[in-house]
């Protein structure tokens, strides 16, 4: 049962361009997302996050929008640069647990990056 | 730099033969957890510790065991692996803080022949 989807395994965007990432969840009880990024041979390294009483958070090109109702989530890179190359998981989990809880991920979604 | 440090990098052990992951971390965080992530699938908790505290997760099997005997420290024991724990096992730490991030170590990919 999986609680973090998401649903395209793959994504190919021209450079420049917009990439919109998407990922819904199906456990309301979560009230924190987040957005990693993995390059091979490495770990999962954070990039951007969101409370559930926000809609929307910005960090420099990379923008998260979230729409609690619709238990979705999405992340944009505009533009887009052949570094945002890369797998990037969504994941979720609960403020009110304290702060330790681990964090339940999606599958991920491989981003490439065309010059 | 500080950081998250997992060793081996590549384990390969037979089945049924009992085989140790480790991950340090020089970050001086209170939890420490560890994920498994099978091919193609999203990266699963196991367990963390919150200082001495373990939490295990309740679909953990029990094949699996961790040990964490300071802060800077914590093991993973796999008792008798089967051919379906091949997998990257990715550890990771925070402060344990509300909001915080967790960082994560490059992970060690497990072979079980």
């Known amino acids: 049962d999986q609680q973090v989807k998401q649903n395209s395994p793959s994504l190919s965007v021209q450079e420049g361009r917009i990439s919109i990432l998407n990922c819904d969840y199906t456990?309301?009880?979560?009230?924190?997302f987040l957005w990693y990024k993995k390059y091979p041979a490495e770990g999962p390294t954070f990039l951007i996050s969101?409370?559930?009483?926000?809609d929307k958070n910005e960090d420099g090109r990379f923008t998260v929008f979230l729409n609690k109702s619709a238990k979705h989530l999405s992340l944009h890179i505009v533009p887009s640069q052949p570094g945002d190359s890369a797998v990037y998981f969504c994941a979720a989990t609960y403020l009110s647990g304290g702060g330790a809880d681990g964090l339940t991920f999606g599958k991920g979604t491989h981003l490439i990056i065309q010059p | 730099d500080a950081m998250v440090i997992q060793n081996p990098r590549y384990q390969v052990t037979q089945f049924g033969k009992p085989v140790t992951l480790s991950c340090s971390q020089t970050?001086?965080?209170?939890?420490m957890y560890w994920y498994q992530q099978k091919s193609s699938q999203a990266p699963k908790l196991l367990f963390h510790?919150?200082?001495?505290?373990?939490?295990n997760e309740a679909d953990t099997p029990d094949n699996f065991q961790s040990r964490r005997p300071n802060t800077s420290f914590c093991f993973l024991d796999i008792r008798s692996p089967g051919l379906g724990d091949a997998a990257m096992y990715l550890c990771a730490t925070s402060r344990g803080l509300p909001s915080d991030t967790q960082y994560f170590g490059p992970g060690t990919r497990l072979t079980v022949l």
């Open positions: 510790y919150y200082d001495k505290d373990f939490n």
């Open positions: 456990n309301s009880m979560f009230d924190y």
């Open positions: 970050l001086n965080h209170n939890v």
């Open positions: 969101i409370s559930s009483i926000k």
